[in-house]
């Protein structure tokens, strides 16, 4: 089974930036898509970005394009998300989430079969 630890998150300024980690504890794991959601309070779980594992092909939500960044490292098995240009609406706990399929939606949370425990973001105005 595979474990995903987020690390990185904060209190930070709008306008500052902050940078996300998430490790997984399998480096054998090759999975097909990463990505990264972010719950606010009283909301549901939204897509942020997502990344394929192999081909590095980038897919981002449409409040964070332009602001936010995702990478990953394949050799360490390791995800990541520069966000830029914080705003208080950002402010949620952020998941990583990997899936092991191939197609489907990136934006879909039903296509990830491991997610990490969150970190928390908050975004002070």
């Known amino acids: 089974q595979v474990q995903l630890t987020e690390s990185g998150g904060g209190l930070v300024q709008a306008g500052g930036s902050l940078r996300l980690s998430c490790a997984a504890s399998e480096r054998s794991f090759n999975p097909y898509m990463v990505g990264w959601f972010r719950q606010a309070p009283g909301e549901q779980r939204a897509f942020v970005a997502a990344?394929?594992?192999?081909?590095?092909?980038?897919y981002y939500g449409d409040s964070v394009k332009g602001r936010f960044t995702i990478s990953r490292d394949n050799a360490l098995n390791t995800l990541s998300l520069q966000m830029d240009s914080l705003k208080p609406e950002d402010t949620g706990v952020y998941y990583c989430?990997?899936?092991?399929?191939?197609?489907?939606?990136?934006?879909?949370?039903?296509?990830?079969?491991?997610w990490g425990q969150g970190t928390r973001v908050t975004v002070s105005s």
């Open positions: 990344i394929t594992w192999a081909g590095g092909r980038t």
């Open positions: 989430a990997f899936s092991s399929r191939m197609g489907g939606s990136y934006y879909y949370a039903g296509l990830y079969d491991y």
